[in-house]
């Protein structure tokens, strides 16, 4: 089947780029998802300059008129779940039921941001100087670029471009490479809206091509990123160039410490679903596993079972409970971790391995490594695999230990039945996002996500606290003189 040359998104008008790129489905390699054009520099140019012009329309748009705009947009997501999340499971490799899933919360972050449009009220203050009156206000940043992963092609995109638009802003969003389809499919449904032409624009291309370019342009008011720790630093540096607002979310290595007293069961399966949910590919992944000597051993039997049991298959059949990994050089990669974790002298207690299913794909069997410990490379580096490590502790002092010794700091997680450990855990945990017997992976979208150390660079994102990423404060003072 012959496939039509999907489009970019400049300066309003979809068009054709220098060249295009195949986009594969990783749970069956004959199956060709589209083809996609790549935006050339002139078109990056053209559409940075339309965005200015359409960012001062917008933000004199009314608030009613803004907030409609968004609430359309969430709506016909969540309304389309089952389809979007079909294309974005099929393009991307997770089960159907976390492509949908995703697809609606994504619907969700514009429902919620339709909301905050209504939201935004500023402050006032006496001056210390008599007669003077101050307020202060947040306007728009102007234009942001958004540079989003393929892991969550669909959420992660959302929740930067709901806020950017919801403070005024216009966006030019390049996507990753890899997941193309949910990118046009985002794309169409806001393009429809009631914006001005060339608020939001769609760039694909290559990050060190099209994606440098973007972070390197003077044109650029904010850059929001959410990707690899090296990347990062380099958006980080181009940005700093131009002395343009940046934010980042990176990569981590999160823990999840099961204390002796847990709940087996619960514990077993908050590790399992917070290591192999989304094939391990998530910067929230549990992929360090930091047990109790006195659990350890009832613990692991069960963890491993569990992994053995899981069945591994293409993402969009019914009883498929890991999909492939996203690509060759990401399977490749993770096969690399697990001939590491063996050299440096850990246990590979299952899995771990590539798998020939019907379909031909980039299939992998969810790993376990047992006597790992926590300065090994398995335990300090992201490998963003199905591949989680047992670190044995013998007590609740030398678990907090471990999951804070890393350079990361984005989640981490206990599970416990001791309230004092519990109260203890969640304010000593050195991360961004903390969880009590609940999976590392999931979080809300209306309180803020985020960070510490390598895992996160500026402003937090989501919630209200999106607001000091996408806006600039004002503070204007104001004398009225004489009523009479
Ligand atoms: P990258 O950091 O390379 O990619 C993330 C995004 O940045 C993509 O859109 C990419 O474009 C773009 N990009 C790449 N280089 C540049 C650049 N020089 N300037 C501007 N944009 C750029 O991550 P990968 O997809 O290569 O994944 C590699 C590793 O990163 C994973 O194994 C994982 O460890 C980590 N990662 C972490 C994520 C997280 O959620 N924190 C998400 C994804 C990856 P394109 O892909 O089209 O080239």
């Not at 200015?52 to 609430?71: S, T």
Request: net charge negative; charged share 20%.
């Amino acid at each position: 089947m012959s496939h039509v040359t999907q489009k970019n998104l400049i300066a309003g008008e979809w068009q054709t780029g220098s060249g295009e790129i195949e986009n594969h489905n990783p749970s069956d390699l004959t199956d060709l998802v589209g083809v996609y054009a790549q935006a050339t520099s002139d078109q990056l140019s053209a559409t940075l300059e339309q965005a200015h012009r359409a960012q001062r329309e917008w933000a004199a748009y009314g608030i009613e008129r803004k907030q409609a705009v968004l609430m359309n947009i969430g709506n016909e997501m969540m309304s389309r779940a089952e389809e979007l999340g079909t294309l974005l499971s099929r393009e991307e490799g997770k089960p159907l039921a976390e492509g949908k899933g995703e697809v609606f919360r994504a619907g969700q972050f514009f429902t919620y941001y339709a909301a905050e449009c209504l939201r935004q009220i500023g402050e006032n203050a006496d001056s210390v100087r008599d007669g003077i009156e101050i307020d202060v206000r947040r306007e728009p940043v102007g234009v942001v670029a958004v540079i989003s992963p393929w892991n969550f092609p669909t959420a992660t995109a959302s929740w930067k471009i709901a806020p950017a638009l919801c403070y005024g802003n216009a966006v030019v969003w390049k996507p990753a490479n890899m997941t193309p389809a949910s990118a046009v499919a985002l794309t169409e449904i806001i393009e429809r809206q009631d914006i001005p032409k060339g608020l939001f624009s769609l760039i694909m291309g290559s990050g060190n091509t099209i994606g440098q370019q973007l972070v390197e342009s003077k044109s650029v008011n904010a850059i929001s990123f959410t990707g690899s720790v090296p990347v990062g630093k380099g958006i980080a540096a181009a940005a700093i160039a131009n002395l343009t607002k940046v934010q980042m979310e990176m990569g981590s290595k999160n823990a999840l410490a099961v204390m002796d007293d847990a709940d087996l069961d619960l514990a077993v399966s908050v590790a399992h679903g917070g290591a192999f949910g989304g094939t391990g590919q998530k910067c929230t992944a549990s992929s360090r596993l930091v047990v109790h000597e006195k659990i350890h051993d009832a613990f692991v039997e069960k963890l491993i079972a569990g992994a053995k049991a899981m069945k591994v298959g293409h993402a969009l059949e019914a009883d498929t409970q890991m999909g492939p990994v996203v690509s060759e050089q990401q399977l490749n990669e993770n096969l690399d971790y697990v001939a590491l974790g063996k050299s440096e002298g850990a246990e590979l207690a299952c899995g771990g391995e590539r798998l020939s299913l019907d379909h031909d794909g980039y299939y992998m069997s969810p790993g376990v490594f047992l006597n790992t410990s926590n300065s090994m490379r398995i335990n300090r580096e992201e490998m963003f695999a199905p591949l989680t490590s047992v670190i044995k502790v013998g007590s609740y002092d030398e678990a907090l230990a471990v999951v804070n010794d890393t350079d990361f700091g984005l989640t981490s997680g206990i599970v416990t039945t001791s309230l004092a450990r519990a109260s203890h855990f969640r304010r000593n945990a050195q991360t961004g996002v903390v969880t009590v017997n609940l999976p590392t992976a999931g979080t809300d979208y209306h309180v803020p996500f985020g960070g510490r150390g390598d895992s996160s660079y500026g402003p937090r994102e989501q919630g209200s606290a999106a607001a000091e990423f996408y806006t600039t404060v004002k503070t204007v003072y104001m004398s009225s003189g004489s009523p009479e």
